[in-house]
């Protein structure tokens, strides 16, 4: 009796698994952007993000490739209430980004750069890739975190089970993030700024091996590869995306305007797993 009873759950989340990754594959195809202000998926990692979803025991549900961008902010004031965290990026790239063009935004020659009604803080950023995923079972999950970290994804782990969902994320930690000081005053110089450009592009050139070698690994164990034709450079100025992105499917964690992670309740992982046996 009890046997069949845990068969019949067993069945039960299998197809409550496969229902919410058929809604997800949907929006692939679906001309709809996501609710982000980006609206759709990084071109760079389409291939990886196709790869671990045509696995039957995965689909991902929130992604970013890494970026370089510049936020603002609303400064603190002493007299105002603070109502909201919210704010805007005034430059967006992932890919390596332009120096001079960096430069022209935040030292132009033609108009100032503050706005004298809403000053903002400036800080310059470079995030790392970061995936959530969906797995059918802790199994299948233990094997995606173990290869992840075995890539450089060091701070990769699962996230969160329960009897329904399990999740894990996969990130690494070579973040940057250094004020530039307000709209109303830059703080930093000019030969500086483009010192913290070509620093975010190394850094985007380390996290770019880190996903092919991802991908290269998913490949070693039996993902098949699906290779995607990318559309669109993805940089985006004062908020204006340059290219035509294909559209979102899963979540897009890169056109949230967030302080903070990505992704929500992710936790670093503290327990490297040892090699797993991969069931297809």
């Known amino acids: 009796m009890k046997k069949a009873q845990a068969s019949r759950e067993r069945r039960r989340e299998t197809m409550e698994f496969e229902k919410r990754k058929a809604a997800t594959l949907a929006a692939m195809e679906s001309a709809e952007t996501d609710k982000s202000p980006k609206g759709t998926l990084d071109e760079p990692i389409l291939t990886l993000l196709r790869t671990l979803n045509h696995h039957p025991s995965y689909f991902t549900t929130s992604s970013c490739s890494g970026r370089i961008s510049i936020f603002s902010h ?3 004031s002493t007299t105002v209430p603070k109502k909201s965290k919210g704010g805007s990026w005034l430059f967006i790239s992932h ?6 063009s960096v430069l022209n935004l935040l030292f132009p020659s033609d108009s100032p750069l ?9 800080v310059f950023r470079f995030e790392p890739f970061i995936l959530a995923v969906e ?3 802790v199994g299948s999950a233990q094997f995606l975190v173990s290869l992840a970290i075995s890539c450089g994804f060091r701070e990769s782990g699962i996230t969160s089970v329960s009897n329904k969902r399990v ?3 996969v990130r690494c930690s070579i973040r940057l993030e250094v004020p530039l000081g307000s709209t109303r005053k830059i703080m930093v110089s000019k030969e500086y700024a483009r010192y913290l ?3 975010a592009n190394e850094k985007m050139a380390g996290n770019r091996r880190r996903t092919d070698g991802f991908l290269a690994a998913l490949s070693r164990n039996g993902f098949a590869g699906l290779e995607v034709e990318g559309r669109g450079n993805g940089v985006a100025v004062n908020g204006a995306v340059n290219g035509n992105d294909v559209p979102c499917f899963g979540g897009s964690a890169c056109g949230e305007n967030r302080e903070g992670d ?8 503290e327990v490297f797993y040892g090699p797993l046996s991969l069931k297809m």
Not at 95 to 100: F, H, K, S, W
Not at 262 to 269: A, G, L, M, P, R
Request: glycine letters at 0%.
């Open 74 to 76: 609303p400064a603190a």
């Open 95 to 100: 890919e390596p980004a332009d120096p001079n």
């Open 114 to 122: 503050h706005d004298s009604t809403q000053p903002s803080d400036l």
């Open 135 to 137: 797995c059918r079972d």
């Open 167 to 169: 999740i894990i994320a």
């Open 197 to 199: 450009v070509e620093l």
């Open 262 to 269: 990505d992704v929500t309740e992710i936790k670093n992982c």
